[in-house]
């Protein structure tokens, strides 16, 4: 199986599954990921083959860089080769115990074959099998290992191929209400001033030098609310979130973002000196916030 070529941004949810034989071994892999802040890869596999779990490992580091990601491989040989057969003698001194248990009641004592087909009676010996024979069969597995790991990361990419358009359409509503606020932020200059001049008026109408007074503090008031710093970095941020999709894997990237566009956005709430400019800064944080939830499924 054939792993897409290029930069793709890919999720971290997935399955992956391939099979082999080899030698009267048959042997299934799976691999499945979840979404994890950092790339952990876990093993479960057939004992005798003590390679293999730091072959999957490296396999599947070498392909991926995020997420809780499990590698199993189900293998078992085939019926007929004695040679690497031993009885679990413990096992069937206890299943003879029962059976002498039931002949005194009256049973039928159970055949030789009976016995040795009952679970657990017959285990492969492992020590009787050459390890440089295992050799090859060991290889195999792991190039199984690889194509599952190949076929688990082409339903990555299928993932961000979904998530790509989702993630495009929140940050151009961020782009959008970033915007509406600059046209916003414009009027709070003379929303500041009328408002402290009305103020001033009630309460010191016939205060000397009340007009140089509402200048000057207006002025001082207006500067305090000035949100054109807070504007252009979101504006920035914006471009940034657009570049990274095309840089996968840009997770941890846009994780990042996604906080200093939360900052950003509750510093613009903070200095509002308008209703309007509030309302927009607020829709602001909510869509950033459905954006970081997305943005928590990107490798």
């Known amino acids: 199986m054939t792993v897409l070529s290029g930069p793709i941004l890919s999720g971290m949810t997935g399955f992956g599954r391939a099979d082999g034989t080899l030698d009267g071994w048959t042997w299934s892999v799976e691999a499945r990921s979840v979404n994890g802040r950092n790339l952990e890869v876990r093993f479960r596999g057939p004992n005798g083959f003590d390679n293999l779990e730091r072959l999957a490992k490296a396999a599947g580091q070498a392909r991926l860089s995020r997420g ?3 590698i199993g491989i189900q293998a078992r040989r085939a019926p007929g080769d004695a040679s690497a057969l031993k009885v679990n003698e413990a096992v069937l001194a206890r ?3 029962l059976a002498n248990q039931l002949a005194e009641e009256g049973a039928t004592p159970p055949s030789a074959d009976g016995l040795l087909a009952l679970r657990g009676v017959l285990d492969i010996d492992e020590e009787a099998e050459d390890p440089e024979a295992r050799a090859p069969i060991e290889a195999a597995m792991a190039a199984t290992v690889e194509q599952a790991l190949d076929a688990l990361k082409i339903s990555r990419e299928r993932e961000g191929a979904q998530l790509r358009p989702v993630i495009e359409d929140f940050v151009s509503r961020i782009e959008g209400l970033v915007a509406t606020a600059e046209t916003e932020a414009a009027a709070q200059t003379e929303a500041v001033r009328e408002r402290f001049a009305r103020r001033m008026a009630e309460l010191a109408p016939d205060a000397p030098g009340l007009q140089d007074r509402i200048v000057l ?4 008031l ?5 949100v054109r710093e807070e504007l252009d970095r979101l504006t920035a941020h914006v471009a940034s979130a657009r570049a990274l999709l095309d840089q996968p894997p840009a997770g941890r990237k846009l994780d990042f973002l996604m906080q200093e566009f939360m900052r ?5 709430c903070s200095k509002s000196a308008t209703t309007a400019l509030t309302a927009t800064g607020l829709d602001l ?3 950033i916030e459905q954006l970081r939830e997305q943005v ?3 490798e």
């Open 68 to 70: 809780q990601v499990t």
């Open 95 to 97: 299943y003879l115990h």
């Open 217 to 220: 503090e207006a002025a001082a």
């Open 222 to 226: 207006a500067t305090r609310a000035d």
């Open 264 to 268: 950003e956005a509750n510093t613009l």
């Open 285 to 287: 944080k909510a869509v």
């Open 296 to 298: 928590q499924n990107v």
